[in-house]
């Protein structure tokens, strides 16, 4: 416990002994009633800031339900989650969405973009909901595709772009509320290689004053990380 | 989106031309004065009755009740009014047409019936002669901007019936109209004993209604109970009473309003909730962002209200186009006038009735919005 508390006063975020449990034959995320199925099991862990974290595993290792959880998009059965000492676990829906809203930035495997919005739409997005004026909105939004390489495409909608393209504009809408922790499941996983190295490249170059978590089965993803936690069965592999 | 649209189009264009044609049932002409304070009329009519005769009932002995009632002081002005379809040819210009003509009684002083000054007819009223109607014919007739313009001629020029000795000479062409929805109707004013002889009214005395200009309110007791089956209505209670002899075009405005509304809501709410069960992933991924539930709800009622008032917008101009094309059509085929009015209100109703639509309909996509669990959709 006091290795907790003090590994809580270092890091952003401290996960302790979280377990996430799921009721098969209903809903997947659904409690109560049906088979239990355990996603993942007493894991701990801590990420500071500035750190790049790789969380590798095979599928069905628990990689996806660990990100869920670190993003605050799911929580634990049991265990707690510490994010600037506010315990996740315990808020409300409505709490959490908030707190996604203020500290963290997402960005899936399948971009999912807005296709109605153009890309300085989708990245201004999340600013709409924080009350940015709509001036500021579209500044910041052109800001930041222009440090991920596609200033020349803020108006394209996102069809009209590349996979490459359209992670992009994905990592600069995970960027632009300028979140602690940026919680990335798969970046890389449909683009090719040199593609992935420019998403990669746009991620980790702005860590200096926040986390990055990567869940990644590409080995070339989790080399450009600080350190990897190895997943197995639901739990970190030893 | 589009469907959306296209629904909500179609059902305001729909109601936007019912209701025009029940406005243009509705708006029909009434037989009134600018003094005239009483009607008396058979139940089954009333003041706002169309301006055509009806096949109901009439009021028989007219003169002798209006010249009874005339002794009253507190009565100004009384007279029958028949009212009786009459083909009009022109002497000078050969024109013939169908008019509509108003018998009444001539007024000592000025007084108004349907815009025309009444006591411009000889106020002896010789062809009544006590009630033999073979005293002289005057033909004395006054004529409504429509009728003269129909029948081409002016003040002094004569107009032949089917009868030889039973023309017409206009008096006078009045300044104002008398309406059936947007179309001007042509009328005549002419003594009631000459228009009952024409007519076949003389036997019985008929005539529609009776109008009475009073100051006095206490006339209306005078006047109920002077004919069996009948009423008498006041200028005040004309807008609290049906401005139709039925209730069909209120049933018809009422009834479009109601499908509109109820079909409208049903469709967009379908229609919109395929649409968003089709995108769920776009709901899943604004929670994902840090979008509140009350935002997403916000976002989806703008927009649902958006699509079903853009979709009003094109319903009423299709609405309206339809109205133009239907009145213009009848016009060409069968030579009817105006059915359906034309108004600016039609706009602002088919527009809010769209809104409301609208309205209506975002339970659907805020029920699905709801169901939406944000893990569900991004896992996929």
Redesign the interface.
Known sequence: MGAAADRSERSLVTCDDITRMYQQNESRFSRGGGNTVTAIEDISLSIDTAEVVGIAGPSGSGKSTLMHILAALDTPTSGTIEFGGTDIAALSDRERTKFRMETVGLVFQRFYLLQSLSARGNVALPLVERGVSRRERRQRAETMLERVGLDDRVDHRPRSLSGGEQQRVAVARALVTDPALIVADEPTGELDTETGKRVLDALIETTEDRAVVIASHDRRALDRTDRVIELLDGGRRE | MVVSLCGIAAAIAVLVVVTALALGLSSTATVEGDNVDYWIVPETGDVASTPLPSEGPRLGSTHDIAFELQRNDRIAYITPVAIEPIQLTSATSGNETYVLALGVLPADQQQSVVGADVSQLNATYPHYANGSYNGVWTGELLASPAAAAQLDVDAGETLRTGQANQSFTVQDVTDSEVTVGVSQVPVVITHLAELQTLAGLADGDLADQILVATNDDTVRETLTGVYPNTEVVTRAGLGQIDPTPTSLPFAMALTAGITSLGIGALFVATMMGLELNASR??L??????????L?ISLVLVAETVTVAVLGGVIGTGLGLGCVVGLNAGLAEMIGLPAVAVLDSVLVVYGIVTAAVVGLLATGYPLYIARRT????E??Q
């Open positions: 992933q776009r899943a991924v604004l929670s994902a962002i840090g979008f509140s539930r935002s669990t944000v893990l569900e991004l896992t």
